[in-house]
């Protein structure tokens, strides 16, 4: 296979990709939506800043930090945010 086929392969997979993956602009950075499908959501935030205090009154939400360290305020308590270690987050909290 010559390089320009590989090189078209490859650019034809990422359009691919990133039609499939919504990214969604937000003031605190970005979202990207990598699953919806049958009940459930997989999102990959991309924190840039601070965001403000709020809750979902729909769903439960289980946070996994992959990098980084922040802290998280679940009704009263303020908890760490720690690389791989989850979080669950109940609807209305």
Same mark, same amino acid.
């Given at each position: 296979?010559?390089?320009?086929?590989? =090189?078209?392969?490859?650019?034809?997979?990422?359009?691919?990709?990133? =039609?499939?993956?919504?990214r969604i602009d937000k003031?605190?950075?970005?979202?990207?939506?990598?699953?919806?499908?049958?009940?459930?959501?997989? =999102? =990959?935030?991309?924190?840039?800043d601070e965001?403000?205090?709020?809750?979902?009154?729909?769903?439960?939400?289980?946070?996994?930090?992959?990098?980084?360290?922040?802290?998280?305020?679940?009704?009263?308590?303020?908890?760490?945010?720690?690389?791989?270690?989850?979080?669950?987050?109940?609807?209305?909290?």
């Amino acid at each position: 296979m010559s390089f320009n086929n590989l =090189k078209n392969n490859y650019n034809l997979a990422r359009v691919a990709w990133n =039609k499939a993956m919504k990214r969604i602009d937000k003031p605190w950075g970005y979202e990207e939506i990598l699953v919806d499908d049958n009940g459930y959501l997989v =999102k =990959k935030l991309v924190l840039e800043d601070e965001t403000s205090m709020h809750y979902h009154s729909v769903r439960n939400e289980l946070l996994i930090p992959v990098t980084g360290e922040g802290t998280i305020m679940l009704d009263d308590d303020v908890l760490p945010l720690v690389p791989l270690t989850p979080v669950y987050v109940k609807t209305g909290g």
